[in-house]
């Protein structure tokens, strides 16, 4: 089955993984318990990476970036934020953006790093991470759509 060439799955608590490829091109998915939130791609333009000698491109940035809980910019982050964090706020911890004691950035960080795990597959030609992207947003490999970015069956 084309599920188990991925990686298994790593706790974002744990970023950065040690040992991960520093320049990488490939597919991740991104998971909270059972449930699928999130595939994308990552190293499109890997060979001009390469040609340029950048230290780290494609995958570990991007996974870096969600890692960092940071909205702005990241479109996992601000999905995240919007559809799961902030339905979950109490008044308590609304009192303490309104004092500014916390932010909706440390929060998001906080439920990466407490509750989501990745998992990814490398690939030389980057047109097979889009296939397989699609695939993967039909729910055809993992057997679900992912929660922020599925892809209609229809389409």
């Not at 608590?13 to 040690?18: E, T």
Request: charged share 25%; aromatic share 10%.
């Amino acid at each position: 089955m084309l599920k188990n060439s991925f990686s298994k799955r790593f706790k974002f608590k744990n970023w950065p993984q040690k040992n991960f490829p520093a320049v990488a091109a490939g597919i991740y998915l991104i998971w909270d318990g059972q449930t699928l939130l999130y595939v994308s791609t990552a190293g499109k333009d890997l060979d001009k990476a390469l040609r340029s000698g950048k230290n780290k491109f494609g995958l570990i940035t991007r996974l870096n970036s969600h890692a960092s809980g940071r909205a702005a910019g990241d479109q996992f982050c601000s999905l995240l934020s919007n559809r799961i964090v902030i339905p979950s706020l109490k008044s308590s911890q609304l009192n303490k953006f309104r004092e500014g004691s916390i932010t909706l950035d440390q929060m998001t960080k906080k439920y990466i790093r407490t509750n989501v795990e990745y998992q990814y597959l490398l690939v030389e030609n980057f047109q097979d991470a889009l296939d397989l992207e699609e695939h993967c947003k039909r729910g055809a490999i993992f057997g679900q759509r992912p929660l922020f970015n599925p892809i209609d069956q229809e389409n």
